[in-house]
């Protein structure tokens, strides 16, 4: 076998000039073909690109999400100092804080606390019992949301707080009424949102769930509810907003014990500094609650990835 060394085919010349290697333009002198070449030619410089979110100054997140009150307070703080606010309006942040302490220390926050948070307990639960069942009564079933669908949007249209005087009459000036008013308020929001949730489920879904031999009771079970589930977090959140604005109201219905009681006192005496301790508690519990809703909303939703900023 036989192997070719033929030189490789070069191109022919078309364009009528003479091209030649050492001077490769044919108006320069005879001193350009003496001109050393030039050094290797660079390309441009790469620069490695780097995310804008890598290029800003961290910062801890505890820190962004404290900064908002902090400069309020000191704001709050700059005013009564200043004279702006005056005690009779608000008092300054150092004397409700001290103030705070004195009710912590003699037993009266604490407690009155403990009977607030027992009957939002109690009314949560009842109000998170009815409403869900009813949403999957009425989003399960076509009948059960002919039967029930159009009572409940009914129902919620009416402000609870307006139901206050018929629940005295019903249920006495006791616990009754106001677990009543705080079950009312939590259902509606529940219902809505699992309904939603349950009705937002894609129908592919139920397709796939029953071509693998799913039976009614497995759909619901690992398609359904799964799906319902975001939608049932989201209602819990709203649900507990709304349960610690109806203890509000319902702590002014004759209560002898709880927060509202002492602020209903507060107010009798003008006392603006405990009105502010109050609200200040009920913000905190509010918070921590919502708290609780979230870390148990990043444990069960694990399997669902989701925007979470940059």
Known sequence: MSISHAPPHTSTDISGVSKNPKNPNPDDGPDSASTPPAGPTTGPELVPLVPASSRRTYVPRWLRRTSGPVLLLALWQLLSSTGVLTADVLAPPVTIARLAGDMIADGSLPSAMGVSLQRVAVGLLFGTVVGTALALVSGLFRIGEDLVDAS??????????????????????????????????VSFPLYLNVYA??????????????SLGLSRWGLVRHVILPGALPGAMTGLRYSLGIAWLALVFAEQVNADAGI??????ARDFLRTDVIVVCLIVYAFLGLIADFIVRTLERLLLQWRPTFTGR
């Open 260 to 265: 509202g009681f002492v602020m209903v006192q």
């Open 197 to 210: 949730g349950i009705r937002g489920v894609d129908s592919q879904l139920i397709e796939a769930g029953e």
């Open 152 to 185: 409940v949007q009914m129902l919620r249209t009416v402000p609870f707080v307006g139901l206050i005087p018929l629940f005295i009459i019903w249920f006495g000036i006791g616990e009754a009424p106001k677990v009543a008013i705080i079950t009312l308020g």
